[in-house]
């Protein structure tokens, strides 16, 4: 059965990582003076190259994780230690200023510097490694079909939300303007610091469960 309040729930952890409003500026400035055609090819395909990668980690992570022989509990305090440097950055404008400099070094690195689906939009501007630790925080919990089915329905809503993010991408830089942006960095940082700690927690609380058990 479909969990709402899980919906809700991953879909704002994964909206905090994922962070659409934060990458639209990025993505535009890379299409900047590329036809509208070529801008629509490229919003497509980093969410799908993005989505791709997300997806084959939901469902495969844990038998992975598994194979190397990696507990939930380390993996929650990992992703959460992850989780908190990310909202520190964000909080203090680090993460945007980080994303501006790889948007330059794409241009310098890649052979065509129009095509930047796979790097740096796909990865790891929307497939980071904190998109992924979030993710696989969020299938650990050893959730029914029906919980897997409303986490995965939340990253195809955020990936949806990045991909019009990018399509007006150009249109939302300006309406949004970039003191309204940088409040809302620093909003979305102290959300995810709380839940980062959250993940810690929990982490911190089964290990000692487990040693006492």
């Known amino acids: 059965m479909f969990n709402l309040e899980l919906f809700m729930s991953a879909f704002a952890v994964l909206f905090v990582i994922i962070d659409p409003p934060g990458c639209a500026p990025i993505f ?4 900047q003076g590329t036809s509208r055609r070529h801008q629509r090819v490229m919003a497509f395909k980093s969410v799908a190259v993005a989505a791709a990668i997300l997806f084959l980690f939901a469902l495969f992570g844990e038998q992975l994780f598994k194979a190397l022989h ?3 509990d380390a993996l ?12 520190l950055q964000m909080v203090f404008e680090k993460r945007t200023e980080q994303r501006e400099h790889r948007a330059e070094e794409a241009l310098e690195i890649i ?6 689906s796979v790097f740096p939009m796909g ?10 630790a979030s993710l696989l925080l969020l299938m650990s919990e050893d959730p029914s079909f029906g919980d897997q089915i409303s986490i995965l329905a939340a990253l195809t809503a955020v990936l949806l939300f990045s991909l019009l993010s990018f399509l ?5 830089m300006k309406i949004m303007g970039k003191t309204f942006t940088n409040v809302l960095t620093r909003v ?3 959300l995810l610091a709380t ?10 609380l089964g290990a000692l469960s487990g040693i006492a058990g």
């Not at 535009?28 to 299409?31: C, E, F, G, K, V």
């Not at 929650?76 to 909202?87: K, N, Q, T, V």
């Not at 052979?111 to 930047?116: L, N, R």
């Not at 990865?123 to 992924?132: L, R, S, W």
């Open 28 to 31: 535009a400035t890379l299409t």
């Open 70 to 72: 990696i507990d939930y």
């Open 76 to 87: 929650r305090i990992a992703g959460g230690i992850m989780l908190f440097i990310i909202a």
């Open 111 to 116: 052979d065509d510097p129009e095509d930047i």
């Open 123 to 132: 990865i790891p501007m929307i497939a980071g490694p904190g998109t992924i």
């Open 168 to 172: 007006v991408a150009g249109w939302l």
């Open 188 to 190: 979305l940082g102290f």
């Open 195 to 204: 839940l980062a700690a959250q993940f810690v927690i929990d982490g911190v």
